[in-house]
């Protein structure tokens, strides 16, 4: 059974970079096809795709959020991780990572969502 867990700080100063974290357990993100990712939902709105890294570790993200946005993976440590500069109250959102399947191209697994808040 694959899960999926975010870690990350709660709230995050304007002008800083966040770093979040997802860490898998019950498969090897090189191992499993899957395009690790990560989606967010601001308040009040709907779901929006961030970007992913790839099994193979190609990345590829959203045009809207190119320019402040990484997500790498640690295969010691079997995570992928998510850093998104230049934080504005706009980013203040759940945050959410995902496996997207190279198969079926659905959404199998999903981490539980960690709240971002952006804040002075």
């Known amino acids: 059974q694959v899960q999926l867990q975010e870690s990350g700080p709660g709230l995050v100063k304007p002008s800083q970079t966040l770093s979040l974290t997802c860490t898998v357990s019950?498969?090897?993100?090189?191992?499993?096809?899957?395009?690790w990712s990560w989606v967010r939902q601001p308040p009040g709105k709907g779901l929006e795709w961030i970007g992913y890294?790839?099994?193979?570790?190609?990345?590829y993200y959203s045009p809207s959020l190119k320019s402040r946005t990484s997500i790498s993976r640690n295969t010691s440590n079997n995570h992928f991780s998510l850093q998104l500069s230049s934080m504005t109250p706009e980013d203040t959102a759940v945050y959410y990572c995902?496996?997207?399947?190279?198969?079926?191209?659905?959404?199998?697994?999903w981490g539980q969502g960690t709240q971002v808040t952006v804040s002075s």
């Open positions: 995902a496996g997207l399947s190279g198969s079926s191209w659905s959404y199998d697994y």
């Open positions: 890294i790839s099994y193979l570790a190609n990345t």
């Open positions: 019950g498969g090897s993100i090189t191992a499993l096809r899957y395009y």
